[in-house]
């Protein structure tokens, strides 16, 4: 029973390792586009109608979607959300870069939307007279709401917020769904480039005792740490606002410190993953032997000993690649509660 325990740590570590790499290249890839702020203010040109649902081929629909999933959209049809973004209420919450803000209070946005749609003039005939001129969408979400306040200019401000709170908690799912795809996206490329097959994995820990003894034993440490975990996926409505003061440059080359933690830790567990390369070999016996070979040499990425089955190979990266996405944090978790049930390592709180 135990043996089969240490396999499932020994297993469980690698998966939370892999899971704070996948974490990390995701978030650099995040800053790097700025793509919280990018989705942002896609999230709220659609609440003020100026983001239409597209139309027309599967593939051109496709497409589209691919790039809003990456936050680019077309700023000549969001002219409203672009003037609004120019509000110093909102503009003073830019990070230093030109990047835009990742998190707007509501009571910022109401107060910079009245303050747009009446021109300054915090009128609320202002604000009538202006939405009369606006979109169809924006017109029918907004005149019910000065209608219900009954020309009460903070009733009208506390309606719009209540909506705009509402529409960021969807935002925040809707965003959390996108992270999760595009980290299988990234957890799938690093398995499969560097044939990090689950199966394969197995199979060898087991002939390998020495092994599962030496990661369980890594696990133990981290446990007595409570776990080692990587980033999380910070949601559009939980930027703080010590997030955003931080130059974006300085952010990147935090994240590529920690993406190069992460990675080394994954290096130096020793496991049987990668490519057999031919021409590795050849190098490292020219360099032992000060001899060079006699036939030319191509570049070659050939499967390890024993892996000869590509169906079970892609199972594995895909395995591997869905593990990726669960995040550091849940498999350290559960390699707290393994090690309870072992009788030892860390005791939950």
């Known amino acids: 029973m135990l043996g089969i325990l240490d396999i499932i740590i020994a297993v469980f570590l690698i998966y939370a390792l892999f899971s704070g790499l996948v974490s990390g290249l995701n978030e650099l890839i995040v800053q790097m586009l700025a793509m919280r702020g990018r989705i942002l203010f896609e999230s709220i040109a659609a609440l003020l109608g100026e983001l239409p649902r597209e139309t027309g081929s599967a593939s051109k629909r496709w497409f589209s979607n691919f790039k809003r999933m990456l936050g680019f959209i077309d700023r000549q049809k969001a002219q409203l959300t672009s003037l609004l973004y120019q509000h110093p209420l909102i503009d003073t919450l830019s ?15 109401s107060t910079a939307l009245v ?15 202006s939405l009369a001129k606006r979109p169809e969408p924006l017109n029918k979400l907004l005149m019910p709401m000065l209608d219900e306040a009954g020309y009460d200019l903070e009733k009208f401000k506390l309606k719009i917020e209540q909506h705009y709170i509402a529409v960021m908690d969807r935002v925040g799912g809707w965003y959390k769904r996108r992270s999760q795809f595009m980290m299988f996206v990234i957890a799938f490329v690093l398995a499969s480039g560097f044939n990090v097959d689950s199966i394969y994995i197995v199979q060898q820990m087991q002939k390998n005792p020495e092994q599962i003894e030496l990661l369980v034993n890594i696990a133990s440490e981290y446990s007595a740490e409570t776990g080692k975990s990587s980033i999380n996926i910070t949601g559009i409505t ?81 395995i591997t690649a869905l593990a990726g996405t669960l995040g550091a944090p849940f498999w350290f978790d559960a390699i707290s509660k393994l090690f309870t049930i072992r009788g030892t390592g860390k005791k939950p709180e």
Do not use: C, M
Request: no cysteine.
């Open 238 to 318: 939980g930027t703080s606002a010590d997030q955003e003061k931080i130059d974006p440059e300085e952010a990147l080359l935090r994240q590529i410190g920690k993406l190069n933690v992460d990675a080394n830790d994954f290096r130096n567990l020793g496991l049987p993953v990668g490519w057999h390369i031919p021409l590795l070999d050849a190098v490292e016996h020219t360099v032992a032997t000060q001899k060079t070979e006699s036939q030319p040499l191509t570049l070659e990425f050939l499967l390890l000993p024993g892996q000869n089955n590509w169906l079970l190979i892609i199972i594995g990266w895909i």
């Open 95 to 109: 990070p230093p870069g030109g990047s835009k803000p990742s998190y707007i209070p509501p009571a910022v946005f």
């Open 115 to 129: 303050q747009v749609l009446s021109n300054n003039n915090a009128s609320l005939d202002a604000v009538r007279q």
